[in-house]
């Protein structure tokens, strides 16, 4: 907990779309995997700026799967929201698109991910943020299911021992 007043979801949910260009494609001329990573960090940069009004910086990028083609021509969505604030730290939930728009093919969801970013004062460390404030299930949800993540994280980072890991010892138990 801290003082400042913590902030809706929606406040600082962002959206951003592109249209993939030559440059932007491998041989294949599907969207290379690099640029989408840059362009969900992006966005997710600006989510959390949003909410913690202030420089923040990627901490953590979670696994990404690339199960979908983004071709040449399409358009691409990328979806971000604060699942979670914690001390410094926020959880941004990504959600990406793809829309033939010759074809009217509908926006077709192609991968998700979580980024952790850290909000910075003006000295460069790591600084509080607001906490979030879920409103609807689907927010609730991510909510609850952040402490989980964070922990897998921390753990994966080398950042926790497994046996402080509580919420997921809870699951095992
Ligand atoms: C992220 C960074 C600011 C953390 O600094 P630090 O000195 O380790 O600070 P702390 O140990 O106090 O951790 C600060 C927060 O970061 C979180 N954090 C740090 N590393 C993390 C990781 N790998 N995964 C998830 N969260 C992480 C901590 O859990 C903590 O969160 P909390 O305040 O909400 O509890 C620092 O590592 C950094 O500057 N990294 C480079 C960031 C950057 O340049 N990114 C762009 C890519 S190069």
């Known amino acids: 907990m801290n003082n400042i007043e913590a902030k809706k979801v929606s406040e600082s949910f962002t959206t951003f779309t592109e249209l993939v260009m030559p440059n932007d494609t491998n041989p294949m001329n599907n969207l290379m995997g690099g640029n989408l990573l840059k362009w969900m960090d992006v966005v997710s940069g600006i989510c959390a700026g949003k909410h913690a009004r202030k420089v923040a910086v990627t901490a ?22 604060v699942t979670r604030a914690f001390h410094s730290s926020m959880e941004i939930f990504i959600e990406v698109y793809k829309e033939n728009i010759r074809t009217n093919s509908g926006k077709i969801k192609c991968n998700e991910a979580y980024y952790t970013f850290v ?5 460069g460390r790591p600084t509080p943020v607001p906490e979030i404030i879920p409103e609807t299930d689907d927010e609730r949800h991510r909510y609850e299911r952040a402490l989980r993540r964070r922990e897998l994280r921390l753990i994966l980072g080398g950042r926790m021992k497994p046996e402080e890991a509580t919420e997921l010892k809870a699951l095992f138990m």
């Open 60 to 81: 953590a990028v979670d696994n990404v799967s690339f199960s979908r083609p983004i071709k040449i021509g399409d358009v691409v969505t990328i979806d971000a929201q």
């Open 119 to 123: 909000a910075l004062d003006d000295d």
